[in-house]
């Protein structure tokens, strides 16, 4: 980088945050064992039944609807981060206020959507009180979170 040794020390400091940027990422959505249902089974396991649906289970895609929805908005949050990178906040800053916002729209589109192609069969309704899809216990809802890892790490 040429002139690197005129640099100034925030200058300096806004490229260590971007080398670490390049470094890391943001997960967001279920993750897996963060928690299971009243039965055993991993909210992960049922947050995936949703979102593609099975033989009994209508496709409720509240990820993709969340992400496509929302592009505009994540797009703009996401380089209004950078721009705070650049006034002196850090990469990991950056990333959790990025991993606060997707997951609020995540919820949002679980709590708020009334687009699901069918609504919850008469034994669910009976089953859980309500004719709500997506929303019983609230498990999938309150599983919704993120996690900040290095890049290609599953972890």
């Avoid at 897996?32 to 995936?48: F, Y």
Wanted: charged share 30%.
């Amino acid at each position: 980088m040429a002139g690197h040794d005129r640099m100034t020390v925030e200058g300096r400091r806004f490229f260590e945050q971007i080398e670490e940027l390049k470094k890391l990422q943001v997960r967001v959505g279920i993750q897996a064992g963060a928690a299971q249902s009243d039965e055993g089974v991993d909210i992960l396991d049922i947050a995936v039944w949703n979102e593609v649906g099975t033989d009994t289970i209508p496709a409720r895609p509240f990820m993709r609807q969340s992400a496509d929805g929302n592009k505009a908005a994540i797009e703009k949050m996401c380089k209004a981060q950078l721009q705070k990178v650049a006034q002196g906040e850090t990469a990991e800053q950056a990333l959790n206020a990025i991993g606060v916002t997707q997951k609020d729209l995540i919820r949002d589109t679980i709590t708020k959507s009334k687009s699901w192609a069918e609504a919850n069969a008469e034994s669910t309704i009976k089953k859980k009180g309500s004719d709500v899809p997506l929303i019983d216990e609230s498990h999938l809802l309150q599983s919704v979170n993120y996690v900040i890892t290095p890049k290609g790490g599953g972890d």
